[in-house]
């Protein structure tokens, strides 16, 4: 028999800390008192009936709105009609990689999993299986999930000053797995430079994101991706883009197709599929062609869910809609009026802020100049910020708990929408300030 929901949300937390650790099933759940039950377009609601215009929008996979019925219509289409996954291929799957081909310039190939973690732990493996080496390199801060090859150099625990940047994020990882990640300082072109003289012959892959959202929005200075992009191609090393935020919110081929700079693979997830579980890899022909089939030196891309039909569904109606709508657009006016409205209430109130980001996202640092690194954003003013998001809670604007928390708004989010939020953020400013 299950338990009788508890009203009171002090309740809910206590009872699911007594079946679940820490009352959730992913970190960055943690931190709130509320309960959320209920979500439409750009609100959500908690179990005592509050209501909170959403930027969080579950770290980036709600990108029409929340339940969005024509994504959801499709969904139960497709789960009504075939909800096979065990053998060949399927017509949705053949679809929606033939749109991602057609859109994404990095992509002849796609191949399809479940989250963000699996995409970027296959494009390791399918970099190694191509080039025969072992080490992975990544930027200080970024996430790429939680594969012991990437997972390293993101903890914000371990910002000690003279911490080595290649701690691992957490414990159980492999400590062979780890010595074999170079970690670098995002927009140090000595740095990588150096890395590449010291590594260069052993790294299989490049990881990069191509605009950082891993500690708020922190986007590559002039001609960084270009000289990663370099580096990688002179030295023979796999750069993979990790589009997992940025593909299919920035734009509908993703961040690549703003910067101009073409990775050899990419990982992609989050908004493709509003919010249902889908995620991939794409990359060149040669490349993808490394994901053999069982053979010991070839990689394996095999997954129970992986192009889930019902996923498959939501990801095709998802980009159909991005299209028909214009919703870049919508993004893109609605990001430039938030960011344009904090910066002035900032401004008039001379606070010790800034606020910067891309297309539909933002994140407002509590610090005077804009950084350009991991460390640099971890010096945003921590108890600011959480007067700051205190303030903005109470009065229904629901932001990332934490400093370097990026945020973004949805399809569904109005002009008077984000006018009311600005109200809301000038309070909190103040409120931040005190
Ligand atoms: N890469 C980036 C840039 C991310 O932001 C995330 C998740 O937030 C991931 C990878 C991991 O994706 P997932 O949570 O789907 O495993």
Sequence with gaps: MSTPAPTDQAASWERARRVVPRGVSSGHRVGWSQVFVRAEGAYVWDQEG????????????????????????????????????????????????????????????????????????????????????????????????????????????????????????????????????????????????????????????????????????????????????????????????????????????????????????????????????????????????????????????????NAAPYSIAAALRTLEIMESDDIFTTLHERGEQMRTGIQKAIDELGAPATVTGLGSEWCVYFRTELPRNFREAMESDAEMYARYHGSLLAQGVMEPAFATGDRRLNASTTADDVDHTLEAVRVALRAAVA
């Design 50 to 305: 509050n209501r909170y215009t959403d930027y969080l929008n579950a770290w980036g996979p709600i990108v029409l709105g929340h339940c969005d019925r024509r994504v959801n219509e499709a969904v139960l289409a497709s789960a009504n009609t075939c909800d096979l996954t065990g053998v060949g291929p399927q017509p949705g799957e053949m679809a929606l990689a033939e749109k991602i081909v057609e859109v994404m310039p990095s992509a002849d190939k796609v191949a399809f999993c479940t989250s963000g973690t699996d995409a970027a732990m296959h494009a390791v493996h399918v970099a190694r299986a191509a080039t025969g080496r072992r080490k992975v390199l990544k930027f200080h801060g970024s996430y790429h999930g939680w594969s012991d090859h990437v997972a390293v150099g993101s903890s914000r625990k371990d910002l000690t000053a003279g911490s080595p940047l290649n701690t691992p994020n957490g414990g159980g990882l492999h400590p062979e797995v780890v010595a074999d990640v170079v970690v670098t300082e995002w927009n140090d072109e000595a740095g990588l430079r150096q890395a590449f003289v010291d590594h260069g012959d052993e790294l299989a892959v490049a990881f990069t994101e191509g605009y950082v959202h891993s500690f708020g929005c922190v986007p590559a200075q002039p001609g960084f991706l270009e000289l990663l992009r370099e580096l990688c191609t002179a030295h023979g090393t796999v750069m993979v883009m990790d589009e997992i935020k940025t593909g299919f919110r920035a734009a509908i081929g993703g961040y690549q197709s703003i910067c101009g700079v073409t990775p050899d693979l990419t990982a992609f997830g989050k908004a493709v599929a509003n919010g249902y579980a889908l995620a991939g890899l794409a990359g060149s022909d040669a490349l993808m062609g490394h994901l053999g089939a069982y053979s010991r030196s070839e990689a394996t891309l095999d997954g129970t869910y």
